[in-house]
């Protein structure tokens, strides 16, 4: 007989299963606040050792019957409250009532990066996340100035947090073992960011570039401005124009978005390549 798959394993989720790990993770979160909002908890392996930690675990579960029977698995801890609900698609300031929280994931593959994405924004809910990605995302949001890897996730990450690899986790670890590794994450949210405004024009004209990562800069974004605006904008913000956009810093994506003026199309490219 077939079997059934749930909607996170459709997602493409792996449920761990070593204990060490999960303690791991729950250590790497601080002592304050002291709740933590867990995204995806299965079958409870991390929400075990996160009870542990702390008096008030909220776990916020996609699927109904993983949801269900969650709390019964664990011996009904007076701790732990189990929402079903998509932290995806649902309403943030509803998940995090009663926060801010720490977050602490074991995130599917197919969703992690959007999730994370989601909740960088967001410091006045969550100023701390710990999460379980695919080991290239997580290589990803640390990639240095001139790293194959970086790219739009790599921004925002360093646009809203500072995010640091804290170890890798191998395929045996999880039940169904992935084909590939996976890391925890560790992303403190920064007490000040630049403006939101700044940040999606900065995000904006990176996707532009990134969607032609081997050309040189000027050329990325010739879609957006005459060819003296982008010069002027890069002698502006003291950025090379003939670099590759994966050889910018943060900073430097800030700098150029204060001189290079919107013509208004630049803000839909945000969701572009990572």
């Given at each position: 007989?077939?079997?059934v798959?749930?909607r996170?394993?459709r997602?493409?989720?792996?449920?761990?299963?070593?204990?060490?790990?999960?303690?791991?993770?729950?250590?790497?979160?601080?002592?304050?606040?002291?709740?933590?909002?867990?995204?995806?908890p299965?079958?409870?392996?991390?929400?075990?050792?996160?009870?542990?930690?702390?008096?008030?675990?909220?776990a916020?579960?996609v699927?109904?019957?993983?949801?269900?029977g969650?709390?019964?698995?664990?011996?009904?801890?007076?701790?732990?409250?189990?929402?079903?609900?998509?932290?995806?698609?649902?309403?943030?300031?509803?998940?995090?009532e009663?926060?801010?929280w720490?977050?602490?994931?074991?995130?599917?593959?197919?969703?992690?990066?959007?999730?994370?994405?989601?909740?960088?924004?967001r410091?006045?809910?969550?100023?701390?996340?710990?999460?379980?990605?695919?080991?290239?995302?997580?290589?990803?949001?640390?990639?240095?100035?001139?790293?194959?890897?970086?790219?739009?996730?790599?921004?925002?990450?360093?646009?809203?947090?500072?995010?640091?690899?804290?170890?890798?986790?191998?395929p045996?670890?999880?039940?169904?073992?992935?084909?590939?590794?996976?890391?925890?994450?560790?992303?403190?949210?920064?007490?000040?960011?630049?403006?939101?405004?700044?940040?999606?024009?900065?995000?904006a004209?990176?996707s532009?570039?990134?969607?032609?990562?081997?050309?040189k800069?000027?050329?990325g974004?010739?879609?957006?401005?005459?060819?003296?605006?982008?010069?002027?904008?890069?002698a502006?913000?003291?950025?090379?124009?003939?670099?590759?956009?994966?050889?910018?810093?943060?900073?430097?994506?800030?700098?150029?978005?204060?001189?290079?003026?919107?013509?208004?199309?630049?803000?839909?490219?945000?969701?572009?390549?990572?």
């Amino acid at each position: 007989m077939a079997t059934v798959r749930t909607r996170r394993q459709r997602l493409g989720q792996h449920f761990l299963r070593d204990a060490a790990t999960a303690r791991a993770v729950a250590a790497a979160l601080a002592a304050a606040p002291p709740r933590v909002l867990e995204i995806g908890p299965g079958r409870g392996a991390l929400t075990g050792p996160l009870l542990e930690r702390f008096g008030r675990v909220r776990a916020v579960e996609v699927d109904a019957a993983l949801a269900a029977g969650l709390a019964a698995r664990l011996g009904a801890p007076p701790g732990l409250e189990v929402r079903h609900a998509d932290a995806l698609a649902d309403d943030l300031e509803a998940l995090a009532e009663g926060g801010p929280w720490q977050v602490a994931a074991n995130l599917p593959y197919s969703v992690g990066t959007a999730i994370v994405r989601r909740l960088l924004p967001r410091r006045d809910l969550f100023p701390r996340l710990v999460v379980m990605v695919q080991l290239e995302v997580a290589q990803r949001m640390v990639a240095p100035p001139g790293g194959g890897n970086r790219g739009l996730m790599t921004l925002a990450t360093e646009a809203w947090g500072r995010a640091e690899i804290l170890f890798t986790v191998p395929p045996g670890r999880f039940a169904p073992p992935p084909k590939v590794n996976s890391a925890v994450v560790r992303i403190e949210l920064r007490p000040d960011p630049a403006p939101a405004a700044a940040i999606e024009r900065a995000l904006a004209l990176a996707s532009a570039a990134f969607a032609q990562r081997r050309k040189k800069l000027a050329n990325g974004l010739a879609a957006l401005a005459t060819p003296a605006a982008i010069a002027a904008a890069c002698a502006a913000a003291g950025v090379d124009a003939g670099a590759r956009p994966q050889e910018l810093a943060w900073e430097a994506w800030l700098a150029l978005a204060r001189a290079l003026p919107d013509r208004g199309g630049a803000a839909a490219a945000a969701g572009g390549p990572g």
